[in-house]
T-cell receptor, first 114, second 111 residues
C-alpha cells in the first residue's frame, strides 16, 4: 500500500462544467502521475509532476490541467468537461525499488460526463 | 504514444492450469514491471525486473526480463480463481520518468 487516496471515487457531471479530481499521498513521494484508462487504449499518461509546482504533459494532456501546491496533493482539472473525458482516472506515485523505479497506483476515480 | 504488445489478449483456462503471457517492444528497456488489475480497482504491482535475463518469482508468479531487453514474460503456475483479472506489462528506462504500458492480457478461469 503506497498510501494513495483519490477523491471522489465516482462522479457524474454535465458537459461544460469544471471538474477537479484529487490525489493525495502520505509518503512524501516526489513524482506523481495522472492516467486515464479506456477500453482499447489501456493506461495513458495525462500529466505528471516531479515536485511542488513542477509539472509536465503526457500523451493525452489536451483539455486537462494540473496543479501541485503541496507535496502530498496532485490535482487534475477538467476546465470544461466533454463526453470524451468520460473515463476512469488513476493517480500514481513513483517509488525507488531495489534497482530502479516503480509506480504504484491509487484506487481510481470513475468520471461520467453526460 | 507507443504501447507494448502483449499476447495473448485474452485467455480462458481451467483452474489448476499454468498460464504464460508475454510482452514485446520495438525498443529496449532497463526496467520491466508486471501489474494485475481487478475490476473496479487500480493496477497492483506484482513483479519488478531490472536486469536482462533476470528471473524473479512472487509466489506462484514468475517473470523474466528477456535477454534482448525488448521483451518480458510472466508465468502463473497452478491457477486459482483469484488469479482472474487483467495483467499489464510496463517498461521504462533510466532517466525517463514515464512508463510505457502494454495493452493487457485478460485472464478468465473456467469453473
Amino acid at each position: 500500500d503506497a498510501g494513495i487516496t483519490q477523491s471522489p471515487r465516482h462522479k457524474v457531471t454535465e458537459t461544460g462544467t469544471p471538474v477537479t479530481l484529487r490525489c493525495h499521498q502520505t509518503e512524501n513521494h516526489r513524482y506523481m502521475y495522472w492516467y486515464r484508462q479506456d477500453p482499447g487504449h489501456g493506461l495513458r499518461l495525462i500529466h505528471y509532476s516531479y515536485g511542488v509546482k513542477d509539472t509536465d504533459k503526457g500523451e493525452v494532456s489536451d483539455g486537462y490541467s494540473v496543479s501541485r501546491s503541496k507535496t502530498e496533493d496532485f490535482l487534475l482539472t477538467l476546465e470544461s468537461a466533454t463526453s470524451s473525458q468520460t473515463s476512469v482516472y488513476f493517480c500514481a506515485i513513483r517509488e525507488e525499488g531495489l534497482a530502479g523505479y516503480e509506480q504504484y497506483f491509487g484506487p481510481g476515480t470513475r468520471l461520467t460526463v453526460t | 504514444g507507443q504501447q507494448l504488445n502483449q499476447s495473448p489478449q485474452s485467455m480462458f483456462i481451467q483452474e489448476g492450469e499454468d498460464v504464460s503471457m508475454n510482452c514485446t517492444s520495438s525498443s529496449i528497456f532497463n526496467t520491466w514491471l508486471w501489474y494485475k488489475q481487478e475490476p473496479g480497482e487500480g493496477p497492483v504491482l506484482l513483479i519488478a525486473l531490472y536486469k536482462a535475463g533476470e528471473l524473479t518469482s512472487n509466489g506462484r508468479l514468475t517473470a523474466q526480463f528477456g535477454i534482448t531487453r525488448k521483451d518480458s514474460f510472466l508465468n502463473i503456475s497452478a491457477s486459482i480463481p483469484s488469479d482472474v483479472g487483467i495483467y499489464f506489462c510496463a517498461g521504462s528506462n533510466f532517466g525517463n520518468e514515464k512508463l510505457t504500458f502494454g495493452t493487457g492480457t485478460r485472464l478468465t478461469i473456467i469453473p
